[in-house]
């Protein structure tokens, strides 16, 4: 009887995740567009059923507004435009949280960047947070789902919520979300942010991104993570926007199209950031286990966008 070594692959299996491998690569080049459209010419009539959805959502010229300029730019202010007693309720849970640190952080699940810490662990059950959590009810603002899924002409599904605590990295290098980078989660990916600590300058690691037109040059790029020589060696400096601005500051930006990077944060500075992530359906990669579980009454339009 011959033993394979799990770690060993066949031929076959090898060619397998090389294919996977260069797949990945080109998804994240325009190229991906093709995957894209094949998938989901897979679901014929599924992006009109998910328009017709959209279409049950109210509409506000302000609304019509945003949508343009995160069209245009690749990024909107959206403080004015968010319920403001929403965003009190994610701020009352994130620094409920903040005062339980210790604890948690020492629970935390996902260790890999040192510079964040999740805190929200303890509210998942399976990994799936319930509909009526005040992160989720965030999430689901009818006006920010309006803002969202006008500019991507469907409706956009809810991917994730997060809540990070960054902290400073002392001497380390610079790593993950703190260089310069695109999102790829999927050809479409727009997040909705609040800063739920006050930015009140370079040192508290701002939101720093790229608007979508300077940042088009790095659209095909190969490289993931960028440090500023490589950025900056492409594109002007006076490009750059730094999110300098008070807690409870909301904005939404296209991360696959806009160049982003913080969390640099200096000294004793902390700064906790609320983000939700949606991308346009249906995704390109496998779908993950599910990340909501229904609590309390959902409408149609809130069943579709979390797919329960
Ligand atoms: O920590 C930050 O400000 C960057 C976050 C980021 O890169 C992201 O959410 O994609």
Redesign the pocket.
Known sequence: MTTIDAGVQTPKKRKQSQFRRLLWHVNRTDLGWVTKTAIASMQPGARARRRAVLNKLPTAPEWSAASRQLDQDGYVDVTSLVDRSLAQAVLDVGQSKVARLDELSGKQQQGHKSF?VSLLDEDLVNGAFATDHPFVRYALQPGMLRIIGDYMHDLPQLSDVLL?L?RPTENKALSY??LW?L?HDDKRVC?LFIYLTDVRDTAD????FIPAPPSRSFRNTLKSHMSDDTVFAKVDRSAVKELVAPRLTSFIVN?ARCL????RILSDRTRL?Y?ATYIQPPRMYPEPAPRFRASGPLSDVERAVMRL
């Open positions: 964040w990070t960054s979300s703190q980078h999102d997040k690691g701002p939101f720093t991360t982003h990077m913080g969390s950031l983000t």
